[in-house]
T-cell receptor, first 111, second 115 residues
Framework: GESVGLHLPTLSVQEGDNSIINCAYS??????FIWYKQESGKGPQFIID?????DKRQGQRVTVLLNKTVKHLSLQIAATQPGDSAVYFC??????????FGAGTILRVKS | DAGVIQSPRHEVTEMGQEVTLRCKPI?????LFWYRQTMMRGLELLIY????????DSGMPEDRFSAKMPNASFSTLKIQPSEPRDSAVYFC?????????????FGDGTRLSIL
């Protein structure tokens, strides 16, 4: 029978290209946002975070952009590698350290 | 440095049985979170603690679910009696103090199968 579940968007990129993963969040009052990476059989792994008083933050090979006007968050990965293949989640802080997670995006890196 | 440690990694049991999941947070972290991940609903917060005190348990699905944090280095999530629809991956996460916008760090989860 057909399985029913969340249908995650998939982004396929060539190794070495840049990846952009997008996320729309729900609460205009959210003041803190996090990107997580989840590999098969493992827990979500913290990548980078950003507070609402910023619109851009850079890490090693990753950049997070925050557009509060349209409630949009993006994660840019430079020079994508096979090891970047995973499910990526954005999360917003709804207050009191309570995170709400997006459904996730599958990133597939082709060699 | 040791991350969040969860046990067991896998649990298979028959419906009606009691299930206890365990978590050791990162040393020094005083917020602890229990999540459930399924294909249908994604990652959902069940309950969280600050300084060993439950703050928000609105995500706990039913009275069959309970969580405790007897001290700063240990927490349990118990399901009694278990049902097949409880099958999921259960994650524990910890972070530094509430209000400081600190990231949560996750364990590798317990994959629970209720037959």
């Amino acid at each position: 029978g057909e399985s029913v579940g969340l249908h995650l968007p998939t982004l396929s990129v060539q190794e070495g290209d840049n990846s952009i993963i997008n996320c729309a969040y729900s609460n205009s009052a959210s003041d803190y946002f996090i990107w997580y990476k989840q590999e098969s059989g493992k827990g979500p792994q913290f990548i980078i975070d950003i507070r609402s008083n910023m619109d851009k933050r850079q890490g090693q090979r990753v950049t997070v952009l925050l557009n509060k006007t349209v409630k949009h968050l993006s994660l840019q990965i430079a020079a994508t590698q096979p090891g970047d293949s995973a499910v990526y989640f954005c999360a917003e802080n709804m207050g009191g350290n309570k995170l709400v997670f997006g459904a996730g995006t599958i990133l597939r890196v082709k060699s | 440095d040791a991350g969040v440690i969860q046990s067991p990694r896998h649990e298979v049991t028959e419906m009606g049985q009691e299930v206890t999941l365990r978590c050791k947070p990162i040393s020094g972290h005083n917020s602890l979170f229990w999540y459930r991940q399924t294909m249908m609903r994604g990652l959902e917060l069940l309950i969280y603690f600050n300084n060993n005190v439950p703050i928000d348990d609105s995500g706990m699905p039913e009275d069959r679910f309970s969580a405790k944090m007897p001290n700063a280095s240990f927490s349990t999530l118990k399901i009694q009696p278990s049902e097949p629809r409880d099958s999921a991956v259960y994650f524990c996460a910890s972070s530094l103090a509430q209000g400081l916008n600190q990231p949560q760090h996750f364990g590798d989860g317990t994959r629970l199968s209720i037959l």
